[in-house]
């Protein structure tokens, strides 16, 4: 947000569950973390504030990946991710006084062919607890992995920034 010129500042919130219902599926996982997030804050907003909350999350073979709880979860998770292509879908949740607006932005990631010995190096010199699908794209195992993208290389990070800024205007515009 910083780098579009746009003010802002982190409001920092108690844990959230991410717990979703199980009908939803990929982008509409995404995008109802995003508005339960919205809905925790339950401080009143401002009339120029926009309120913004997202949440990613990673899909291969029709099943969400989320934050590994151990380091053989993860382990697990990036076997699964060698040598295939997965979704990363971030969910935004845009709220004012006056409105509210979510979305999603979906990218493809396609992962090279790893070998176990650098899938240990990478959940043991990193630990990927804290991240969906156990890896950061802008870390050792991004520059090494992911031989395609297609979509926003941002996305895959947290946060479609070109797409926060168009929804931005937009919701800004029909205020």
Not at 32 to 40: D, I, P, Q, T
Not at 58 to 68: A, I, S, T
């Amino acid at each position: 947000m910083q780098e579009l010129g746009i003010p802002f500042r982190v409001v920092e919130t108690e844990h959230v569950d991410e717990e979703y219902p199980t009908d939803l599926s990929a982008g509409a996982i995404a995008r109802f973390l995003a508005e339960h997030k919205s809905e925790v804050y339950t401080k009143p907003l401002e009339h120029n504030q926009i309120l913004l909350t997202a949440d990613t999350i990673v899909w291969h073979k029709e099943k969400e990946l989320g934050k590994p709880a151990s380091r053989e979860e993860a382990i697990g998770m990036i076997t699964a991710l060698s040598g295939n292509t997965h979704q990363v879908y971030t969910g935004v949740c845009l709220r004012s006084v006056a409105a509210s607006s979510s979305f999603f932005s979906v990218t493809d990631v396609s992962f090279s062919k790893l070998e176990s010995r650098e899938i240990d190096h990478y959940v043991d010199q990193y630990k990927p607890f804290d991240k969906a699908g156990a890896y950061g794209i802008q870390e050792w195992i991004g520059h090494i992995a992911v031989e395609k993208i297609v979509g926003s290389y941002f996305n895959v990070m947290g946060l479609p920034v070109q797409k926060v800024y168009s929804e931005l205007k937009r919701f800004r515009s029909n205020e």
